[in-house]
Nanobody, 128 residues
């Protein structure tokens, strides 16, 4: 399984932007569909966004569509989450996740149980 390390979290005012990064190591990164999830205190871990192994397909939760963008650079073994127009309700710990898939796999994975590799998380706090 790939090992994942997130970075880029922090404190930002409402309306601001942050870019999260997730660096992968230990396995072939281009064999993984990647996702971002978030978990606020006392709540379940929720899907935010996902991207196919080649980057050609992206998926978003309704709550972040139009504000967040997921992308990846396989040559750098890194996936990103650009977050714009941040709201206080975006405050959470953000986790990067990976699922190893064959190249022929075009399924849309969005449940936390679909992903076997997880990072340690990075805190994002949006003040009002």
């Amino acid at each position: 399984q790939v090992q994942l390390v997130e970075s880029g979290g922090g404190l930002v005012q409402a309306g601001g932007s942050l870019r999260l990064s997730c660096a992968a190591s230990g396995d072939r990164f281009s064999s993984y569909q990647m996702g971002w999830f978030r978990q606020a205190p006392g709540k379940e871990r929720d899907f935010v966004a996902a991207i196919s192994w080649g980057g050609g397909r992206t998926y978003y939760a309704d709550s972040v569509k139009g504000r967040f963008t997921i992308s990846r650079v396989n040559a750098k073994n890194t996936v990103y989450l650009q977050m714009n127009s941040l709201k206080p309700e975006d405050t959470a710990v953000y986790y990067c996740a990976g699922r190893r898939v064959p190249m022929s796999d075009t399924n849309y994975y969005h449940r936390s149980t679909d992903f076997g590799s997880w990072g340690q998380g990075t805190q994002v706090t949006v003040s009002s």
